[in-house]
């Protein structure tokens, strides 16, 4: 009875471990952001941890590192980055 009764606790705590749902298939886990006073824009991992502070916004999302560093040169080309 000890064994079901572990074997059961641990198949529950694997079920509320795992997530219900990709953050990736949301949002892609590349953003190009930009920070409006300066016009400064860098390429920030879109997970849990948000650029710090206030007046910021999101100019591009990409899949992969590479994207993001495309449509960075992109909006740079296009004067919109510093």
Not at 4 to 11: F, G, I, R, S
Not at 27 to 44: E, M, T
Not at 70 to 77: D, G, M, R, W, Y
Request: glycine residues 4%; hydrophobic residues 50%; positive net charge.
């Amino acid at each position: 009875m000890k064994r079901v009764t572990l074997a059961l606790a641990t198949l529950l705590l694997a079920l509320a471990v795992i997530p219900t749902a990709d953050a990736r298939v949301v949002q892609p886990p590349w953003v190009v952001v930009r920070w409006s006073l300066l016009g400064d824009c860098k390429i920030w991992r879109n997970d849990v941890n948000a650029p710090w502070g206030p007046g910021w916004q999101s100019v591009a999302f990409a899949r992969s590192y590479p994207e993001a560093d495309a449509k960075l040169q992109a909006l740079i080309a296009r004067r919109w980055c510093r």
